[in-house]
């Protein structure tokens, strides 16, 4: 059983920076691949990227790659979602999963655990 709460977001204007956490709670953390989604107002929820059970590894969507960056620090249970050159569509509610598929996945339904989300806005 794992247990993920995000946290971090907020307002920010274009061109900013926002860091997102997810801080797991759960022995086996080490275990899982690490996946970040978001889901826009009217939306389907969309993967942003994934970071494996290692770490060694991150895989990102065509639409953040260069501009997002995930991390994960195993020795805090934490996974991390640098957010930089913040555009107006990246406003979203931003939610963190655990994956048993090592390398990590971009579909949602392999993920596992789920945080609540976090709500970021970037103002144009």
């Known amino acids: 059983q794992v247990q993920l709460v995000e946290s971090g977001g907020g307002l920010v204007q274009a061109g900013g920076s926002l860091r997102l956490s997810c801080a797991a709670s759960g022995r086996t953390f080490r275990s899982y691949a690490m996946g970040w989604f978001r889901q826009a107002p009217g939306k389907e929820r969309e993967f942003v990227g994934v970071?494996?059970?290692?770490?060694?590894?991150?895989y990102y969507a065509e639409s953040v790659k260069g501009r997002f960056t995930i991390s994960r620090d195993s020795a805090k249970n934490a996974v991390y979602l640098q957010m930089n050159s913040l555009k107006p569509e990246d406003t979203a509610v931003y939610y963190c999963a655990a994956t048993l598929r090592g390398s990590g996945s971009s579909w949602s339904g392999d993920y596992a655990y789920w945080g609540q989300g976090t709500q970021v806005t970037v103002s144009s």
């Open positions: 970071i494996s059970w290692s770490g060694g590894s991150t």
